[in-house]
């Protein structure tokens, strides 16, 4: 008898030591069983400097760790050579899905279609590039609604400045963003008969600062307002701006929040790098599962000003010509800068 107790508890001392072993059941409703053993995604940005990239990668990590996936980030340096190379080195690693912020929107395409034929998926983050192979093989596009954000934010500006010239702080010339941006400041402004000037900052403090100065003096005593396209250069390009200017940003930085309380910048975007690297990651997870992810998604953005200025300059007139923009006051923003994004469609957001 004693021998069969001893057997019995033997068993069952082992039955524990296996499930000991056993890694634990997925209790999580929003992360599937199938993403037990996880994904490889390799991540390419232009710069890993700037305070939104951080954030980015920081949410961009938090999301795969919920789905037990790693994210490598590299910088390109700003160099479109970089970039083409870090993008061979992951096809050749073997990574389930390559991220990147595209420097150029057309130089890529051969690059992404060598990945998209090799089975890695593709996804080019903020930008619409056309590298489709065919209609069932194509990069999926992360974007933005930047026509309708900037011409608000230029509309928005000259409501504030009146008649006069409006300068832009541009990116880079052929990135998507970048140009998307630009053209419809320069439509906006068009369309309102005022004068504008424009300049390529290449997301460089310096080059930035230098472009905004020649602007300043080109424009002289008829300057009346200016938009930066990316808020990682708005604080920097008003080193060169007379006090009391309107001054719009794009993105939603922390510092930019701050400046729109102390009423140094008008408003600002609300896209933020926590959104962005939290919503493209998962994206990246939904086509490593094997979803169909369209090949052009957006995320939900926001404006942010103050009550003051939203009162003063939006309501009525702005407010009725772009209806599906919300509007959030810096502490707002904040709240919502660090929730986890969603991905609309064109049709949610007013663009179709």
């Known amino acids: ?24 059941a997925n209790t999580d409703p929003d992360v599937p069983d199938d993403t037990k ?8 940005m232009q710069s890993l400097n700037a305070p939104i990239w951080i954030e980015l990668m920081e949410y961009g990590d938090k999301c795969a760790a919920a789905y037990n996936s790693k994210v490598e980030w590299k910088s390109a340096e700003g160099s479109l ?35 998209l034929n090799a089975g890695i998926g593709f996804i080019t983050m903020g930008n619409l590039v056309e590298a489709g192979v065919n209609d069932e093989l194509y990069n999926v596009c992360t974007t933005y609604p930047d026509v309708r954000d ?41 369309a309102a008969g005022v004068d504008h000037l424009e300049q390529d900052g290449n997301w460089d ?48 930085e922390e510092a930019v929040f701050a400046a729109i309380e102390n009423g140094s910048v008008l408003c600002t975007t609300l896209i933020g790098g926590a959104h962005i690297g939290y919503w493209n990651v998962l994206t990246a997870v939904k086509i490593a599962q094997g979803e169909n992810v369209p090949h052009q998604v957006y995320l939900k953005t926001y404006l942010v000003m103050t009550e003051e200025s939203k009162t003063a300059y939006w309501d009525g007139e702005l407010a009725t010509k772009y209806p599906s923009l919300e509007v959030l006051t810096p502490a707002q923003a904040r709240e919502v800068a660090f929730q986890d994004a969603e991905m609309v469609t064109a049709a949610e957001i007013g663009l179709s």
Request: charged residues 15%; hydrophobic residues 45%; glycine residues 8%.
């Open 150 to 190: 900037s011409s608000a934010m230029t509309d928005l500006l000259i409501k504030a400045g009146g008649p006069g010239t409006y300068i832009y702080v541009n990116g880079t010339t052929g990135n998507f963003v970048s140009d998307v941006r630009q053209q419809a400041f320069i439509d906006t402004c068009e």
């Open 1 to 24: 008898m004693k021998r069969v107790l001893a057997l019995i508890l033997a068993l069952v001392m082992a039955l524990s030591l296996v499930a000991c072993g056993q890694q634990p």
């Open 205 to 252: 403090p310096s080059t930035v600062l230098k472009v905004t100065e020649d602007m300043v003096a080109a424009a002289g005593a008829d300057l009346k307002g200016m938009y930066n396209m990316d808020d990682s250069c708005t604080l920097q390009s008003m080193e060169a701006t007379p006090d009391g200017l309107p001054v719009a940003g794009h993105n939603g």
């Open 81 to 115: 050579e970089n970039q083409i190379a870090l993008i061979e080195a992951f096809i050749e690693q073997g990574v389930d899905v390559i991220l990147i912020d595209p420097i150029d929107k057309v130089a890529l395409i051969p690059v992404i279609q060598e990945a």
């Open 37 to 44: 053993d996880g994904y490889t995604f390799g991540a390419v």
